[in-house]
């Protein structure tokens, strides 16, 4: 388990599927985080989401460190010849603008640079997610493809983004 000043990374446990469950059945967190139809999940999907919390390298549970209370989760998928990995955050909504996904994004990079040897740290995004876009970039992400009408979200087409920050860049900041 890790902390930082106001979060604690934890890893999960079977209950945290019900609230893991909801974090993805909610109508605005869900279209960011998906390539699939935006839809109601069943708790068949809990299989889902088991999955990519055991395979993930780092696969945690973010929780507000004064109360324990569940706010989401952060995943880093690590690819090890290629020495990549592959980011993920998602709180829900309640949390967002308070410096919380800054927060534990920020533990995550330095964590997977310093500990898994990382020389780049990727991740996608949907080119609307305005929110997530400036954590990335305030962090040292930058923006290396656009896929252009990849998305199909709310009756319109919108781009999908990969970014990415290497080694170099990351240890400049430090
Ligand atoms: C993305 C996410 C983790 C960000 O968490 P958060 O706690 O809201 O982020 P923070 O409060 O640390 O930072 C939000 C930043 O976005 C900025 N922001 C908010 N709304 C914005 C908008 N419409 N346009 C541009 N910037 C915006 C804020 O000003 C803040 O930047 P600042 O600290 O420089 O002022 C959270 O919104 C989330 O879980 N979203 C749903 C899932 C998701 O989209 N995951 C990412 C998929 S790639």
Not at 4 to 27: A, G, K
Not at 44 to 54: D, G, S, Y
Not at 83 to 99: E, Q, S, Y
Not at 123 to 143: D, M, Q, S, W
Request: contains cysteine; proline residues 3%.
């Amino acid at each position: 388990m890790f902390t930082t000043e106001r979060l604690i990374l934890r890893p999960y446990v079977e209950s945290d599927l019900d609230d893991i469950l909801r974090l993805w059945n909610d109508p605005v967190v869900q279209p960011f985080v998906t390539n699939d139809n935006v839809t109601v999940l069943g708790p068949k999907f809990k299989e889902t989401l088991r999955t990519q919390m055991e395979r993930a390298t780092f696969g945690a549970i973010i929780a507000l460190k004064e109360t324990g209370e569940f706010m989401g989760q952060g995943l880093v998928d690590v690819q090890p010849k290629n020495r990549d990995g592959t980011f993920g955050i998602c709180l829900l909504p309640k949390f967002w603008n308070n410096g919380y996904g800054t927060e534990a994004t920020k533990f995550m990079i330095d964590h997977s640079f310093k500990w898994f040897g990382l020389n780049r740290l990727s991740l996608g995004v949907f080119a609307n997610n305005a929110r997530a876009i400036a954590v990335y970039e305030k962090l040292g992400f930058v923006i290396e493809g656009r896929k252009r009408q990849a998305v199909w979200m709310d009756n319109r087409w919108e781009d999908s983004l990969t970014m990415g920050i290497l080694r170099d860049e990351w240890e400049k900041q430090h």
